[in-house]
């Protein structure tokens, strides 16, 4: 079967790669390495709307039970609320069924510990050790084997929390809200309702094919139109599962996840709030952020791509703020997690306290030229790209092109069979040609069929 976990859990196809019985023995595993010998546990399980997520949520929890688990069965809430909520109901972790941004046929599986954070590599591996030896669990009978029970508030207490972390009301701001035909729509009207913004909510009713489907944070351009044809002050996108956020402004611009910590990590350090002075991005957060930085005298810190690695060096050096270009900003002060939903009222919380413009705001930083192609490989080629040499030449040459007025990035996706390519620099028709070429020799010695 190969490695399970990626980057964000694990995740495939439903009902093929990620089957019931993968999702029984995830559960069983997850239970046991949890437990170590210790007391009976409680674990919250959360799902996003996929046609699938009810399938697995009781296949997870059926493994779960059988090693003697107690689980609590949220039902279709955001990731970061299942964070939350293990906290909030003091449980000894949280399940997330989600393929956050992917398309519908996909699904996947995300373990929180008890303290909200995503669980450690080394716990990932034992249970994968579990599950790919097939290792049996002890059989129990009578009152050991776990029980089954359901929340009736979960998503009310998300929204609490939500509007907890904001100082003042977005009343009078005119939006408009893209929930993906995904978990936010189960919270999102209520939460911007309650903080007394006018907000116009698109796309929030899911069918169980239509997440993500041509709406949300990945399909950006129906919720840019309705703004602009609309008058309106501001547009926010999530993602299926809602851990993400990107917006528009009040002319049209994308402010991406650069953009929102750009404006964010000024008003905060103007606040006093910005703990050492620093905030966490990636490899792939855009050279204007860098630059802004230096103009403003914060800290730039660049970990690996994905949020767990931002949220691992934030943990080992006490930063607060962090994100990633995609949309996932972490507010540790108030999350555990990205956390989509926060991250756009704490934006437009800002924007209503400065009296400007979100195409104001954004000022403070300049984007560069950038330009991303994902190339689909095979399964052997994903890992070839790590020996090839004339992929690796080709990246060589083009990093010397480049010199010191741009950068390449090129990096195996973690969840999807991608190998993607990032350029960016002061010449636009040069960073475009670089990552095209260097994508094609990619797509030739890479590609899948």
């Excluded at 490695?3 to 046991?32: M, P």
């Excluded at 972790?93 to 954070?117: C, L, R, T, V, W």
């Excluded at 929030?204 to 008058?231: E, F, M, Q, W």
């Amino acid at each position: 079967m190969g490695r399970l976990f990626g980057t964000d859990g694990i995740r495939g196809i439903a009902n093929s790669f990620l089957s019931c019985e993968l999702a029984v023995k995830v559960g069983r595993a997850a239970g046991t390495v949890l437990s170590d010998g210790r007391r009976r546990l409680l674990f919250c399980v959360g799902s996003d709307t996929r046609i699938s997520s009810d399938m697995l949520s009781f296949s997870i929890a059926s493994g779960l039970c059988s090693v003697g688990v107690d689980v609590i069965i949220l039902g279709v809430v955001p990731t970061p609320a299942v964070a939350y909520l293990v906290g909030k109901y003091k449980a000894d972790a949280g399940i997330m069924i989600s393929a956050s941004h992917n398309p519908a046929e996909y699904n996947g599986i995300k373990i929180f510990s008890g303290d909200g954070y995503k669980i450690p590599d080394a716990l990932e591996e034992q249970i994968e050790t579990l599950v790919l030896d097939n290792k049996e669990p002890e059989e129990l009978s009578g009152t050991d084997i776990g029980k089954v029970t359901y929340a009736t508030n979960a998503v009310r207490d998300y929204v609490d929390h939500l509007k907890s972390t904001v100082i003042n009301s977005l009343e009078g701001m005119n939006i408009a809200v893209d929930c993906a035909n995904g978990s936010a729509s189960v919270s999102a009207e209520t939460l911007f309702n309650e903080l007394g913004a006018n907000a116009d909510i698109l796309h929030n009713k899911p069918d169980g094919i239509n997440i993500n489907c041509d709406c949300g944070s990945t399909h950006i351009d129906i919720l840019r139109d309705y703004v602009l044809a609309n008058k309106l002050d501001a547009g926010v996108a999530y993602d299926g599962d809602a851990d993400r956020c990107i917006c528009v402004d009040d002319k049209g611009n994308v402010v991406d996840g650069d953009f929102i910590m750009a404006i964010c990590a000024k008003d905060m350090k103007e606040r006093g709030k910005l703990a050492k002075n620093a905030v966490v991005g990636t490899i792939m957060t855009n050279m204007g952020f860098g630059k802004f930085c230096k103009e403003n005298d914060i800290s730039f810190v660049a970990t690996k791509v994905g949020d767990r690695f931002v949220l691992e060096e934030m943990l080992k050096e006490g930063y607060v703020f962090g994100g990633e270009q995609s949309g996932h900003v972490i507010f540790k002060d108030f999350a555990s997690t990205g956390d989509g939903q926060l991250t756009s009222i704490q934006l437009l919380s800002l924007i209503k306290r400065s009296g400007k413009k979100l195409s104001e705001l954004m000022q403070v930083m300049k984007r560069y030229p950038q330009c991303i192609i994902n190339v689909t490989v095979s399964k052997e080629g994903k890992l070839a790209y790590y020996t090839d040499s004339e992929v690796k030449a080709a990246i060589e040459e083009a990093k010397k092109e480049f010199g010191e007025t741009g950068r390449l990035v090129v990096r195996p996706s973690g969840t999807e069979p991608l190998i993607r390519v990032m350029t960016e620099g002061e010449d636009r028709v040069l960073t475009e040609s670089i990552a095209k070429r260097v994508s094609e020799v990619i797509k030739e010695r890479l590609g899948g069929k």
